[in-house]
């Protein structure tokens, strides 16, 4: 959303800025067999790659995501259209399915809380793992710890900068064969 061109912080590095470094560095660490897909979402979501073992395509995706900012915090359509992704018949078979949800948000409006719990339900039930990242203040931790597929998958990153790291712990928690 357009809230991702401001810092977490007085002086820090962009929200999206970081959130692009950051998956840079995820994609750098996928394996020959590994796909990843790129989903981006404010008032609406949209499949910016679908999932796909090519790494430049996927880094072309991320690049693109910061002239796609837009109004809105639809959390609920973003999970929704990582869901279907995962679930179409570019998955391939073995590999994890999990979304890695990041924001700086909360969706107040179009169900609010309880239309990102629904569509967390909906995909956790299809046997995907959620995994949430709450970046900077102004989220609703509660409602993220909820939609993870475990209380421990939720994520705080309070500073932009606290994505890298944080990313890569992700990484290791959603291993393909």
């Known amino acids: 959303s357009n809230s991702m061109s401001d810092p977490t912080q ?3 590095q962009r929200k999206i ?3 692009v470094t950051a998956v840079m560095e995820v994609i750098n660490l996928l394996k020959a067999g590994d796909q990843a897909a790129v989903v981006s979402f404010n008032g609406a979501a949209e499949l910016v790659s679908p999932l796909t073992k090519n790494k ?3 880094a072309a995706a991320v690049n693109s995501l910061p002239n796609r900012q837009g109004a809105g915090t639809r959390i609920d359509l973003g999970l ?3 869901a279907e992704e995962l679930n179409s ?3 391939l078979q073995g590999n994890v399915r999990a979304i890695v949800l990041v924001t700086d948000g909360e969706q ?3 169900g609010g809380s309880q239309a990102v719990l629904d569509a967390a339900s909906a995909a956790k039930a299809t046997g995907i793992k959620v995994l949430t990242v709450g ?3 102004g989220v609703n931790a509660e409602v993220l710890r909820q939609a993870a597929s475990d209380p421990s998958l939720f994520f ?3 500073r932009a900068e606290d994505l890298a790291q944080l990313y890569r712990e992700v990484a290791r928690l959603i291993p393909c064969p």
């Open 10 to 12: 007085a002086g820090g």
């Open 17 to 19: 800025d970081a959130a």
């Open 56 to 58: 430049a395509a996927l």
């Open 80 to 82: 929704s259209t990582g």
């Open 89 to 91: 018949s570019r998955h």
């Open 108 to 110: 107040l409006d179009n």
């Open 135 to 137: 970046l900077g203040q």
């Open 156 to 158: 705080s990153a309070p």
